[in-house]
């Protein structure tokens, strides 16, 4: 389903809109889990939890839509996301926990947007890569808008944030 | 029935178990052969004769569309029919791949009933 519109050859910029991208990137996320995993996620609660960052999935988008999306968790979550998906038990998962969650990256971007009509004939994916552990830093070579949802999925968090490139 | 034997291409091995298990649910009596990749997939048909074809297109070293294309060259592989399961579903990309030769298309995420749904057509069920 498209809820919301881009104009053609309209740059990114002029068309952003924090209010309706972000629900937008709330929801392609929890339709996903919803479909694939079976999974509702309810909104995140930080106060007092240590940050639990340990797997990161990033899948870039380039064309109307420049930038990265990234979709990070901790190691028990992507052990519990892969074990849904597979219909097999957490401890039973090994890699593919890592494959589990690119694909699940990969199925947000290409969800969200599909929901920007417009954006999907003139956006292209990259196929996703995984990164384990916590002791890296990103920067992008370019300046732009960053939106970040914060959802729970069984309990523990996962962050799912769009950085646009300008 | 008889046993259908289908090829599932994907970059993601959690991927290729998911749609293994779609197309069981379906009701298909399966035997399954599985590629990585576009180029993979050639090489697994060169030896294995299949009745279906399910393939991603975003993967690397040969993505989902090229192998179509690929496929349509080789003769006793022509008629075989090729659902493509991706992210990619924007209007530009199905209409490529129906006119490369694929029979259908489902946009991921997918439930188990529509790829039932895109599948038994194709294989005359």
Known sequence: MTIHSLSQNTPLAAEFDRDIWTPILALSTREVFQIMLGSRLQAHESAGEPDKREFTALVGLAGSICGVLCLRCSDAAARNMAAKMLGMPAEEVGSDSWDALGEIANMIAGNFKAKLSGAGDRCMLSVPTVIVGTDYATHSLSGGETIEVVLEFEGQALWVTLELHE | ?125
């Open chain 2, 1 to 125: 029935m008889s046993q259908i034997r289908a090829l599932i291409v994907d970059d993601s091995s959690v991927m290729r178990k998911i749609v293994e298990r779609s197309l069981r649910q379906a009701g298909l009596d399966l035997s399954v052969v599985e590629a990585g990749n576009g180029a993979e997939a050639l090489g697994v048909l060169d030896g294995n004769s299949v009745d279906l074809i399910l393939s991603d297109i975003n993967m690397p070293v040969m993505d989902g569309l090229e192998f179509v294309r690929q496929l349509q060259g080789i003769e006793r592989l022509r008629g075989v029919p090729v659902v493509m399961i991706t992210t990619e579903g924007s209007e530009s990309n199905v209409v490529q791949a129906l006119s490369l030769g694929a029979k259908g298309y489902i946009r991921k995420p997918f439930t188990p009933d529509q790829v039932k749904e895109h599948v038994l057509p194709v294989l005359g069920l």
